[in-house]
């Protein structure tokens, strides 16, 4: 980890590369994304003068980082019931639970996952961020299942630049709603922020490559002859954008069973149908793989259930 206060510095050799490349490829222990932070905040500067993380750096540029001292943690460590399906010094991995909040936002400053992980693991903080101490990915509140959390530097770091590489494996179970028309396939669209809604996000030329892959695990017929029916989908991320799995299933005009967002509110369930049922990846320190599942906590289960599945107390296999 680089020295906090002192000054590094470094004379660019070959130029072309953004500023924030160049500096993460410094062997500073610094993910890009915390080079960026740095950078925005002030503590880069190139030739002298402040600089901005695009910016391309040149031959003989000097480039000066310091790194600042932890800011002060304000989170609180509340204990609060937290189902850990892995453990050892390096990271943990826990089942989070639908309606908890992964760290504190607008409307939830406490009482969040990071909450619950300072109480279990004190010595959190320092790791990742003030905000978000040992959390390399992240689940909607709303959506249950599997997490990776770093207990760490060296663990964030790697695990960081797994998710990076696409080399995390991360599998859901859905329920969207009617009937897909092939039993497999990839949903390869752009997804930027909505332009008309910016509160939300949606398929938009130019956006960020997302890519889905999905399977049919099983057709349910509507409750009724009316009615339309569901689709219970095994789906795999291979890119990791912001609320992808249902935006993607919504561009295909079968949107998550309950998700009042991207379609709309379901009286069999007070949130979306989706949880995260499979996370796999390389341990970071000793490289071992780790594959672990959930089963469907209750609510989930019970939809199937009233549904008539043959899933309904089933994991992924």
Not at 81 to 101: H, I, N, R, S
Not at 108 to 135: E, Q, S, Y
């Given at each position: 980890?680089?020295?906090?206060?002192?000054?590094?510095?470094?004379?660019?050799?070959?130029?072309?590369?953004?500023?924030?490349?160049?500096?993460?490829?410094?062997?500073?222990?610094?993910?890009?994304?915390?080079?960026?932070?740095?950078?925005?905040?002030?503590?880069?500067?190139?030739?002298?003068?402040?600089?901005?993380?695009?910016?391309?750096?040149?031959?003989?540029?000097?480039?000066?980082?310091?790194i600042?001292?932890?800011?002060?943690?304000?989170?609180?460590?509340?204990?609060?019931?937290?189902?850990?399906?892995?453990?050892?010094?390096?990271?943990?991995?826990?089942?989070?639970?639908?309606?908890?909040?992964?760290?504190?936002?607008?409307?939830?400053?406490?009482?969040?996952?990071?909450?619950?992980?300072?109480?279990?693991?004190?010595d959190?903080?320092?790791?990742?961020?003030?905000?978000?101490?040992?959390?390399?990915?992240?689940?909607?509140?709303?959506?249950?299942?599997?997490?990776?959390?770093?207990?760490?530097h060296?663990?964030?770091?790697?695990?960081?630049?797994?998710?990076?590489?696409?080399?995390?494996?991360?599998?859901y179970?859905?329920?969207?709603?009617?009937?897909?028309?092939?039993?497999?396939?990839?949903?390869?669209?752009?997804?930027?922020?909505?332009?008309?809604?910016?509160?939300?996000?949606?398929?938009?030329?130019?956006?960020?490559?997302?890519?889905?892959?999905?399977?049919?695990?099983?057709?349910?017929?509507?409750?009724?002859?009316?009615?339309?029916?569901?689709?219970?989908?095994?789906?795999?991320l291979?890119?990791?954008?912001?609320?992808?799995?249902?935006?993607?299933?919504?561009?295909?005009?079968?949107?998550?069973?309950?998700?009042?967002?991207?379609?709309?509110?379901?009286?069999?369930?007070?949130?979306?149908?989706?949880?995260?049922c499979?996370?796999?990846?390389?341990?970071?320190?000793?490289?071992?793989?780790?594959?672990?599942?959930?089963?469907?906590?209750?609510?989930?289960?019970?939809?199937?259930?009233?549904?008539?599945?043959?899933?309904?107390?089933?994991?992924?296999?």
């Amino acid at each position: 980890m680089a020295a906090e206060g002192q000054p590094h510095q470094f004379t660019v050799a070959q130029g072309g590369q953004r500023l924030d490349q160049f500096l993460a490829a410094q062997g500073l222990e610094l993910t890009r994304s915390q080079v960026q932070r740095l950078i925005e905040e002030g503590h880069v500067q190139l030739n002298g003068q402040p600089a901005r993380p695009a910016q391309r750096v040149k031959p003989a540029d000097r480039v000066t980082l310091t790194i600042p001292p932890p800011r002060t943690l304000d989170l609180v460590p509340q204990a609060m019931p937290l189902t850990v399906v892995y453990q050892d010094a390096e990271l943990l991995v826990v089942d989070k639970p639908a309606g908890l909040a992964v760290h504190p936002g607008p409307g939830h400053p406490d009482r969040t996952l990071v909450n619950a992980l300072l109480a279990l693991c004190p010595d959190l903080p320092g790791v990742g961020g003030a905000v978000r101490p040992g959390i390399v990915h992240r689940l909607d509140k709303d959506t249950s299942g599997l997490m990776v959390v770093a207990k760490t530097h060296r663990a964030h770091l790697a695990l960081s630049a797994q998710i990076k590489d696409r080399q995390v494996t991360k599998g859901y179970l859905a329920l969207g709603v009617g009937h897909l028309d092939s039993p497999q396939g990839v949903v390869d669209a752009p997804i930027a922020r909505d332009p008309h809604h910016r509160q939300r996000m949606a398929v938009v030329l130019g956006g960020r490559e997302a890519r889905t892959r999905y399977w049919v695990v099983e057709r349910l017929a509507g409750r009724s002859p009316s009615a339309e029916g569901h689709s219970l989908l095994e789906m795999y991320l291979e890119t990791g954008r912001t609320h992808q799995i249902r935006v993607h299933l919504a561009y295909l005009g079968h949107p998550l069973l309950g998700d009042a967002v991207y379609g709309k509110a379901s009286p069999l369930l007070a949130r979306q149908f989706l949880h995260a049922c499979h996370l796999a990846f390389q341990h970071p320190v000793t490289g071992q793989a780790l594959d672990f599942r959930a089963p469907l906590p209750e609510d989930l289960q019970g939809v199937l259930e009233q549904l008539g599945s043959r899933y309904a107390a089933a994991p992924v296999a």
